[in-house]
């Protein structure tokens, strides 16, 4: 046994199903892939599983595009509910209560949104620890 194999405990350690505070590079480009859908003008394949949004940075200002899992739609009022997945501390969550998002595409729509957030009572420890929604009026 190694000194590295020593430091670290078999499995104690390990996140439940591998999540980590913080997607990584893997992660990043699987989730991105609906983003390159809407910037291609194929939303309405993406349907209304994603959200995609332009955002501005809340130190630089600079626009930032952004795409989320929808879950839960509502076609009579037109707000989107959307989830955080690493909680409220990820960067597009932040900018997002600095600054309102600029534009938010929705399928084969795209329009200015109202916000709000709402948290959960107790901080999550899982994956959908934190969400918002937006509407369309």
């Given at each position: 046994?190694?000194?590295?194999?020593?430091?670290?405990?078999?499995?104690?350690?390990?996140?439940?199903?591998?999540?980590?505070?913080?997607?990584?590079?893997l992660a990043r480009a699987v989730f991105r892939l609906?983003?390159?859908?809407?910037?291609?003008?194929?939303?309405?394949a993406v349907g209304r599983t994603f959200l995609a949004f332009t955002h501005l940075g809340r130190r630089t200002g600079r626009p930032h595009q952004t795409v989320a899992m929808v879950?839960?739609?509502d076609e009579a009022t037109g707000e989107a509910v959307i989830c955080a997945a690493w909680g409220p501390q990820t960067d597009w969550y932040r900018n997002l209560q600095a600054h309102p998002a600029t534009t938010v595409q929705l399928g084969g729509a795209t329009f200015t949104p109202r916000q709000r957030f709402f948290l959960t009572t107790r901080p999550s420890t899982s994956p959908a620890g934190s969400a918002g929604s937006t509407r369309t009026g």
């Open positions: 046994m190694t000194t590295a194999d020593r430091s670290r405990p078999a499995g104690g350690d390990r996140p439940l199903l591998g999540l980590r505070r913080r997607p990584g590079r609906p983003l390159k859908a809407y910037q291609h003008d194929a939303g309405p879950l839960r739609h």
